[in-house]
Nanobody, 127 residues
Framework: DVQLVESGGGLVQAGGSLRLSCAAS????????IGWFRQAPGKEREGVSC????????YYTDSVKGRFTISSGNAKNTVYLEMNSLKPEDTAVYYC????????????????????WGQGTQVTVSS
């Protein structure tokens, strides 16, 4: 069975940093893209960033460009999301998800194409 386990969330002051991890098992890591999504209270879930483990391409939504960095530790089957200069509006539950690269091997963040999901980790940024 495919499992995705997030870790690294917590409470941080505005301007601070956190690093989220997504450990994947039960899949051929190099054949998948891993995406990070977030859902704030009362809002729809949105795609934040993703990385293709096939071609190394990455994607960031505009609101996090220049502040968040996604990377893949292929040897550890783990994807990281380094979040810097955090803002209160980054407060949300962050989920990682996996998408097969069978049809498209580049990174893109269409939620409907992500088949496997983690349980989420809470990120709270205080002002």
């Amino acid at each position: 069975d495919v499992q995705l386990v997030e870790s690294g969330g917590g409470l941080v002051q505005a301007g601070g940093s956190l690093r989220l991890s997504c450990a994947a098992s039960g899949l051929i890591f190099g054949d998948y893209s891993i995406g990070w999504f977030r859902q704030a209270p009362g809002k729809e879930r949105e795609g934040v960033s993703c990385i293709s483990n096939s071609d190394g391409s990455t994607y960031y939504t505009d609101s996090v460009k220049g502040r968040f960095t996604i990377s893949s530790g292929n040897a550890k089957n783990t994807v990281y999301l380094e979040m810097n200069s955090l803002k209160p509006e980054d407060t949300a539950v962050y989920y990682c998800a996996a998408k097969s690269n069978y049809y498209h091997d580049y990174a893109y963040i269409m939620e409907v194409d992500y088949d496997y999901w983690g349980q989420g980790t809470q990120v709270t940024v205080s002002s």
